[in-house]
Nanobody
Framework: QVQLVESGGGLVQPGGSLRLSCAAS????????IAWFRQAPGQEREGVSC????????AYTDSVKGRFTISRDNTKNSVYLQMNSLKPEDTAVYYC??????????????????????WGQGTQVTVSS
């Protein structure tokens, strides 16, 4: 049975850091692209970052480049999102999702696919003083 379980969310002050974890079971992690999405109240879901199957190529949305880092630990079947220099606008529920195969290459570089086959339940991140 496939499961994706997010953890690590919480309340943090602006400028602080959090590390989100996505623990996967029932699948072989290197075969899948794993992505982090977020959704703030009243807003559409937004892709944040992804790590490709196989070679682990990374991609980020512009608003988090230089602040967030995605990584994968195949021995623990987990994907992480290290979030630094957090801003109030990063407040959202963060979800991880998986898609069989690699990420896409568009406009000369890697981009995260938009369609995923399975989603976790999400973890709340609140950035506030």
């Amino acid at each position: 049975q496939v499961q994706l379980v997010e953890s690590g969310g919480g309340l943090v002050q602006p400028g602080g850091s959090l590390r989100l974890s996505c623990a996967a079971s029932g699948l072989t992690l290197p075969d899948y692209t794993i992505a982090w999405f977020r959704q703030a109240p009243g807003q559409e879901r937004e892709g944040v970052s992804c790590i490709s199957s196989g070679d682990g190529t990374l991609a980020y949305t512009d608003s988090v480049k230089g602040r967030f880092t995605i990584s994968r630990d195949n021995t623990k079947n987990s994907v992480y999102l290290q979030m630094n220099s957090l801003k109030p606008e990063d407040t959202a529920v963060y979800y991880c999702a998986r898609r069989y195969g690699s990420l896409w290459y568009r406009y000369g570089g890697p981009v995260c696919p938009t369609e995923y086959e399975f989603w976790g339940q999400g973890t709340q991140v609140t950035v506030s003083s």
